[in-house]
């Protein structure tokens, strides 16, 4: 099992800055791979970004690509969105999620999510 715990979320005004967390617990996922996804209101879920526990490939949605950074920090189990420039349209309660396998794809476990708010 992996608990998943996002943080940093927060209200913004357009063309500002957040930084979001996701801190991992439990069984070691350093093989496996880190995802982020957003939910809107009345929206389909939306993926954001992901990364690669081992060599640290990422990937971005094109909505956010060149506007957020994934990144993360092994040793402190955490994962990090950066998100620059941020738009209205960013608005969202963004989940972390884990996947233990490495393929990026069998995300299997998720956080509680954070919500942002841009205006």
């Known amino acids: 099992q992996v608990q998943l715990v996002e943080s940093g979320g927060g209200s913004v005004q357009a063309g500002g800055s957040l930084r979001l967390s996701c801190t991992s617990s439990?069984?070691?996922?350093?093989?496996?791979?880190m995802g982020w996804f957003r939910q809107a209101p009345g929206q389909e879920r939306e993926w954001v970004a992901s990364?690669?526990?081992?060599?640290?490939?990422?990937w971005y949605g094109d909505s956010v690509k060149g506007r957020f950074a994934i990144s993360q920090d092994n040793a402190k189990r955490t994962v990090y969105l950066e998100m620059n420039d941020l738009r209205p349209e960013d608005t969202a309660m963004h989940y972390c999620a884990a996947d233990p396998t490495g393929n990026c794809v069998s995300f299997m476990y998720w956080g509680q999510g954070t919500q942002v708010t841009v205006s």
């Open positions: 439990g069984n070691d996922y350093s093989s496996g791979c």
């Open positions: 990364i690669r526990s081992v060599g640290s490939s990422k």
